[in-house]
């Protein structure tokens, strides 16, 4: 591609500079666009717009790659760790043995939370979706750490994102045991990241808990799966938030209202509720001409994404982890066998091929988390767990970047011009 790029705008031409990134599309900068010509770019949804420049995450939607600093995440999913892929996202380069360590050291030293935060439990009623907890709670967080939200400090900023990636298991298993009304267990931190978090979720205090290692990896290949997704909806939001100088823990409540959406997150439990009111194969076909049906709103859900136009590569990774963990805990499930069949029919009917739309992250995620005893409700919670690593690697690299400012989009106003005032009595 050339270097810069020509605009005509009103007989009249504009040139702005091409960027080239390490790898993908390049970038039109038109930073100066509306200074020059007096014209905005118009973006719904941001389908055409890079919001920022990143060196974490980098997606090709159409080969199907996702690489995180580099790293394709079928391998990361298979040989890592999610502290070590969380060290990898926060820092840029995997730990050598003693730095994993420390990191682990680090985060197990911040996995308690102040026991004034046990209190904000007890204001929800005991049906509050898991979601509206974690909002409220994290972002309650913000009370809490006065020590760390200097934000142009890089110790305070890290110190920050160490105490969220901590303290969410936490958080996020308190969520669940104020649910089904059982007490909350404080952290473990003799086990590993994820076995704390199982243990916190499905022990009780009266008998000891012990971490299936089966589970307790399959587990934590789903966190992987989840850690970081570039510039998606609730990353932009991060870094929307934090763009102004929010609190940290403010920031991060608002990726977790975000990421809650069903278009989002929140399909994770939408696939597996969608799964179930099908039951059986033979009303696939039923469903699928509701999902090409213009005048039916319903789509099926964990199929289809904004950049994947080819099988999302966490979607392989993930029905093969299903497999495993039936194979462990040696159950079955006709809900997969459901979701097996309506994959093979979908991938062959002319709608899904021409517009692109595979399984996504969730479409075989819920099954999975439910076989190892999550609730449905729970599920977003377990994306909002992982994502923080995103979010905060995120959030840390839009703070130290120089091109950074608040984020402030423009508009077409289509609304009415200036008119007067008119008083009640005479409208
Ligand atoms: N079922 C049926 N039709 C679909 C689906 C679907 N799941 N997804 C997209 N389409 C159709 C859509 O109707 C549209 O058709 P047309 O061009 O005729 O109007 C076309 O495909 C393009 O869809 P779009 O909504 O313009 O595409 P988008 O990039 O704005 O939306 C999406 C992406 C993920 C929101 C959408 O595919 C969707 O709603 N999927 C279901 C929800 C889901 O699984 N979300 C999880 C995403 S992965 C996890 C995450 O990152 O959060």
Known sequence: MTDTATFDLAGKNFDYPVLSGSVGPDVVDIRKLYGQTGAF?????????????????????????????????????????????AYLLLNGELPSADELS????????HTMVHEQLATFFRGFRRDAHPMAI?????????????????????????IASHRLIAKIPTIAAMAYKYSVGQPFLYPDNSLSYTGNFLRMTFGVPAEPYEVNPAIERAMDRIFILHA??????????????????????????????????????????????????????????????????????FRLMGF????????????????????EVFETLNVSDPVFE??????????????????????????YSGVILSAIGFPTSMFTVLFALARTVGWVA????????????IGRPRQLYTGPT??????VGER
């Open 134 to 158: 974690m909002c409220g709670v994290v972002g309650a967080l913000s009370a809490f750490y006065h020590d760390s939200t200097d934000i142009h400090d890089p110790q305070q900023r890290m």
């Open 304 to 323: 289809g994404h904004r950049v994947y136009k080819n099988y999302d590569p966490r979607a392989t990774v993930m029905q093969k982890t299903v497999r």
């Open 418 to 423: 200036q008119r007067s005032y008119v008083p």
């Open 41 to 85: 770019t118009y973006d719904p949804g941001f389908t055409s717009t890079a919001s920022c420049r990143s060196e974490i995450t980098y997606i090709d939607g159409d080969e199907g790659v996702l690489l995180h600093r580099g790293y394709p995440i079928g391998e990361l999913a298979e040989k890592s760790s999610f502290m070590e892929v």
């Open 228 to 297: 970081d997704h570039e510039q998606n909806a609730s990353t932009s939001t991060v870094r929307l938030a934090g763009s102004s100088g929010a609190n940290p823990f403010a920031c991060m409540a608002a990726g977790i209202a975000c990421l809650w959406g069903p278009a989002h997150g929140g399909a994770n439990e939408a696939a597996l509720n969608m799964l179930h009111e099908i039951g059986t194969p033979d009303r696939i076909p039923e469903f699928i001409a509701r999902a090409k049906d213009k005048n039916d709103p």
């Open 102 to 109: 420390g990191f682990n050291h680090t985060i197990s030293r």
């Open 394 to 405: 995120q959030w840390n690299e839009m703070i130290t970047d120089p091109d950074q400012k």
């Open 338 to 363: 459901t979701a097996l069949k309506l994959e093979e029919i979908a991938l062959n009917d002319p709608y899904f091929i021409e517009k692109k739309l595979f399984p996504n992250v969730d479409f």
